[in-house]
């Protein structure tokens, strides 16, 4: 859709203000979080909603690979899978050779869609008539960013997501950047992080909660999503880092990273 004026003027001061929270935050990626992640807590705050998702999907073909959401089952999730290919908004996004934003009640009526295997299977379970959608496009694939209610979305809602946009976009791009920053820093940080026996050895020194700690760190967590995991307080976490980091000589996340992958961990 196009920003028509007097869609617009119908944005108040607490939109705009929104907009820009909103904007501001999403740059603050982290290429040791995923970006699903990341803009799952960030953009989850933009519309009200019942149901709010991240998904990831490969192209040519087109395949779901991954989803970042709350409350939405294993056998859900298969459904959504399954009858994917009967989304509404499916070859409205795959036309447009830029990110868009559509509904699935401005791509068709609800008639139509109550017809579907996927709104019977899914949607109806979850109590959603309407499902507004922003799709990114990335060299591998695409992103979409998915509130779904059982209310219509209006057209403010549209022009609020088109506002935030262009953002996600550069964010994305900053991210994509910042992993492959880290990537090179671990391969350098691997080549001076010592032999394998040596990480070993340190790695043996650990206690079982600074392995176990560690094990995250090397999988990319932050501190307060390993304190989650872990059932510790984010402080304590950081404490554990710190001795992590006195006992085996180093000083970054990243070579922890690298050693535990040399340690063969």
């Known amino acids: 859709m196009s920003i028509s004026e007097n869609g617009f003027n119908r944005l108040s001061a ?13 740059h603050y990626t982290n290429p040791n979080e995923s970006f699903l992640n990341h803009s799952f807590v960030v ?17 040519n073909p087109f395949r779901f690979e991954q ?44 008639a139509e869609f109550h017809k579907t295997d996927l ?13 507004l959608a922003l799709i990114l496009r990335h060299p591998k694939g695409v ?18 997501l088109q506002l935030i946009k262009p953002q ?21 940080e691997a080549k001076s992080a010592g032999p394998q026996d040596d990480a070993k050895r340190l790695m043996d020194d650990l206690t079982p909660r ?20 872990l059932h510790i307080s984010p402080k304590t976490v950081g404490k554990h880092l710190e001795n992590i980091f006195e006992i085996l000589g180093i000083h970054h996340r990243a070579a922890l990273a690298a050693m535990w992958e040399m340690a063969g961990r």
Not at 43 to 59: I, R
Not at 120 to 128: H, M, P, T
Not at 148 to 154: D, E
Request: proline share 1%; hydrophobic share 40%.
């Open 14 to 26: 607490s939109d705009i203000e929104l907009v820009v929270k909103l904007s501001e935050r999403i």
């Open 43 to 59: 953009l989850g705050e933009a519309l009200p909603c019942t149901f709010f998702s991240v998904d990831s999907y490969s192209v």
């Open 67 to 110: 989803a970042v959401n709350v409350g939405c089952s294993d056998e859900l999730n298969c459904a959504h899978q399954t009858y994917i290919h009967q989304h509404p908004l499916l070859k409205y996004f795959m036309t447009f050779s830029e990110s868009s934003v559509g509904t699935i009640l401005t791509a068709t009526s609800a």
């Open 119 to 131: 709104y019977r299977k899914f949607y109806k379970v979850l109590g959603v008539e309407d499902q």
């Open 143 to 160: 992103y979409m960013f998915v509130y779904s209610r059982g209310t219509a979305f209006s057209e403010k809602e549209q022009i609020l």
């Open 168 to 188: 996600v976009s550069i964010a994305l791009r900053d991210w994509q950047s910042a992993c492959e920053l880290e990537r090179f820093h671990r391969t350098l």
């Open 210 to 229: 600074q392995l176990a700690v560690a094990e995250q760190v090397a999988r990319g967590l932050e501190n307060r999503q390993i304190a989650g995991l």
